[in-house]
Every structure is written in structure tokens, then in C-alpha cells.
């Protein structure tokens, strides 16, 4: 029952921080189209991306995830509930925006020139098209309007479901591996900001939880440069030293090369833990299983 109720929690977490990388990617698909749309480059095929009916584009997805997510769970915070009310209110306008410019590109008559053909009624029709698409194009500029005013919105609500999410354990990795798309976002120091509301100490806080993340994953190599550059940044930093060192083992020691992970096992298990802000029995006592294996390992090579 225990592993059930962990599992059901590790699913959400996951969930939650792939809504905001669709949220991230919705932003920036509708940056696109409206420099395309300023430019008169954008087209129906373009903005398939952006929107559709069909569960293709990443507004629907991301839709969709919300609803998941926030509308049908009684647990939901009001600041979810309402970044659920945005991305549905996002889309509806969105959704408007497509079909207009579908009118446009598709009906405007504007490629017909043999009017001297036609019947009067005829070019009553055509004028009447003209008209309609005349009118389409004046909803078109409003709605870029108003999907501009509603991205900023999304954008300023998206930072507080990252400040409400902090404490997953995949957040620190996220908030690392995309810092670009962030800082286009906030800029330079709207991410600063963010940072250091995240996290007291900020980059390095956030670079230690990130690592602490991926060691949790076994990604051990990735955790230990991560780990690395903390101990660059402040040598006297003893818990990121401890795991450099404990995931150094880990990553020689699946590398075949026991000598050397023996030595990184030996020094973490020296290093005075007294001060330390966490319990790391667990992961001493992982080290001494470690220790053991070698030896196994060292003996049978012999």
C-alpha cells in the first residue's frame, strides 16, 4: 500500500513538472506565430502546431493537462484551478484566432480575376466573401491582441506554480536544464529572482538539489560534475562534498574500475558529517555495501 501511495505521488510530481515544460513550450510556439503574424508570414499549416482540435498542438495538450490535473481533483490549490481558467480561456481565443485565419487563406477571393465573366449575382457573392474575410482580418489583429495580453498572464501565473512545485524532487533538474527558455521568458533577472525565491542560496542551492536529484536517479556522473562546479564555487561546502565523493564511487565502481571508486568510498566515509543539515546513514551504509562489493570484486580478480 506504501509503495502504491509513493508511486501515485512520484507520477504526479512528473505530471506537474511536464505541465509547465508544455507551458513553456506553449509560450514560446505562440512567440513564434506572432512574429510570424507581424511579419504577414503566418499561415493555417504554421499554427497547426500552435492550436488544433485534434490533440496535436501543445496549447490542446497542455489543455488537457490542466483539466487532468486541476479541474477534476478536489486537492487542487486556487492558483491551479485558475492557471487551468487561463489555458481554457487561451485556447477558446486561440481556437477563434485559427479559424479566422483560415477564412483568409482559404476564402478570400482575391485569386479570382476574370470578374467580367460573371453574373451580377455572382459578383454580389464575391463582394459579399470579400466582406466577410474583410471582417475575419479585423478579428484577427484583436485576437493577437488579446492572446498577447493572456500569454503575459499565463507566463506571471506559471512562475507561481513553479514557487508552489519547489519542493518536488525534479524541479531543481528542470529549473537547470532549462534555464534558456526561462530566462527568455523573465529575463536575466526576473531568473535571478526566481532563483533565489526558490532557493535561499540560489544558483548553488538549485545546482546541489539538482544533483541530489539525479544521483537519487543514478545518473551518478551527471550528479558528481554537477557536484563539481558547487565545490568550485565554495570549497568549504561539506554535504556537496560528501557527494561528490559518494557518487564518484558509484560512477567508477559501474565502470569497472574498483580501485579508484574504493578510494572515493574511503574518503566520503572519512569526511565529519556532525554538521551536516541531513541524515546520510542511508548513505553511509550504502557506502559500506559498496566497500564490500568491491572487495568481492577485487578478490575475484585475482
Do not use: W
Not at 509547465?20 to 512574429?35: F, G, L
Not at 477558446?92 to 487563406?105: D, P, S
Not at 558528481?224 to 557527494?243: D, H, P
Not at 541531513?278 to 578478490?299: A, F, G, Q, W
Amino acid at each position: 500500500m506504501v509503495i502504491k501511495v509513493e508511486t501515485k505521488r512520484i507520477n504526479e510530481e512528473k505530471s506537474k513538472i511536464d505541465l509547465i515544460r508544455e507551458s513553456i513550450c506553449v509560450y514560446k510556439k505562440c512567440m513564434e506565430c506572432k512574429t510570424l503574424f507581424r511579419r504577414g508570414e503566418l499561415c493555417f499549416s504554421y499554427i497547426e502546431d500552435f492550436v488544433d482540435d485534434r490533440g496535436r498542438s501543445c496549447l490542446y495538450k497542455l489543455k488537457e493537462m490542466c483539466h487532468t490535473l486541476y479541474r477534476r481533483s478536489d486537492e487542487a490549490t486556487y492558483k491551479e484551478k485558475l492557471y487551468d481558467m487561463t489555458v481554457g480561456y487561451i485556447f477558446h481565443e486561440a481556437m477563434k484566432f485559427r479559424e479566422n485565419l483560415y477564412q483568409i487563406e482559404y476564402y478570400r477571393p482575391n485569386y479570382i480575376r476574370e470578374m467580367a465573366e460573371f453574373t451580377d449575382t455572382e459578383k454580389k457573392i464575391l463582394q459579399e466573401i470579400n466582406l466577410l474575410t474583410k471582417k475575419a482580418e479585423k478579428r484577427l489583429n484583436e485576437g493577437i491582441k488579446e492572446i498577447k495580453k493572456l500569454l503575459r498572464e499565463l507566463v506571471s501565473q506559471l512562475k507561481d506554480l513553479i514557487k508552489l512545485y519547489k519542493d518536488s524532487y525534479l524541479m531543481p533538474r528542470f529549473i537547470l536544464e532549462n534555464q534558456k527558455d526561462l530566462i527568455t521568458i523573465y529575463g536575466k533577472k526576473g531568473y535571478s529572482r526566481l532563483l533565489n525565491e526558490l532557493y535561499k542560496d540560489g544558483r548553488e542551492l538549485l545546482i546541489q538539489k539538482a544533483a541530489k536529484s539525479y544521483l537519487e536517479s543514478e545518473y551518478y556522473d551527471i550528479s558528481r560534475q554537477l557536484l563539481k562546479k558547487i565545490l568550485y564555487m565554495n570549497k568549504g561546502n561539506t554535504k556537496a562534498e560528501f557527494f561528490y565523493l559518494y557518487s564518484s564511487a558509484f560512477h567508477f565502481f559501474f565502470k569497472n574500475r574498483f580501485m579508484k571508486a574504493l578510494n572515493f568510498a574511503k574518503n566520503a566515509l572519512s569526511i565529519d558529517i556532525k554538521d551536516m543539515d541531513e541524515d546520510v546513514s542511508h548513505y553511509r551504509e550504502r557506502l559500506n555495501n559498496l566497500m564490500s562489493d568491491i572487495t568481492k570484486e577485487l578478490k575475484r580478480k585475482k
